[in-house]
């Protein structure tokens, strides 16, 4: 098993930015692609972004696409989601996920592994 602790939440006024990570502890990463997602109060979770198990292929939500950036480090066991150009409505916990899969996903119920969410909060 992996476990993943997300950390870098906070509270940024719009149009700021945010990086977020992902540490992984318990097994290599590099066995897993990985996916960001969020979940607003009342919401559904959101799928934001995902990588594949080498970084070299990405996905993301229209929603999110050319604001924010995932990458990888295998070699430190995390995975980063930087938030540029932040809006009100990114305000959500976000998660970062690990799914065994050998492709990248983005339906949550592919994922197997979960951290315990971070706050982001934009202010207008």
């Known amino acids: 098993q992996v476990q993943l602790v997300e950390s870098g939440g906070g509270l940024v006024q719009a149009g700021g930015s945010l990086r977020l990570s992902c540490a992984a502890s318990g097994r290599s990463l590099s066995n897993y692609a990985m996916g960001w997602f969020r979940q607003a109060p009342g919401m559904e979770r959101e799928f934001l972004a995902a990588i594949s198990r080498r970084g070299n292929t990405t996905r993301y939500a229209e929603s999110v696409k050319g604001r924010f950036t995932i990458s990888r480090d295998n070699a430190k066991n995390s995975v980063h989601l930087q938030m540029n150009s932040l809006k009100p409505e990114d305000t959500a916990v976000y998660y970062c996920?690990?799914?065994?899969?050998?492709?990248?996903?983005?339906?949550?119920?592919?994922?197997?592994?979960w951290g315990q969410g971070t706050q982001v909060s934009v202010s207008t």
């Open positions: 996920a690990a799914t065994v899969k050998n492709t990248i996903v983005a339906d949550p119920r592919m994922y197997n592994y």
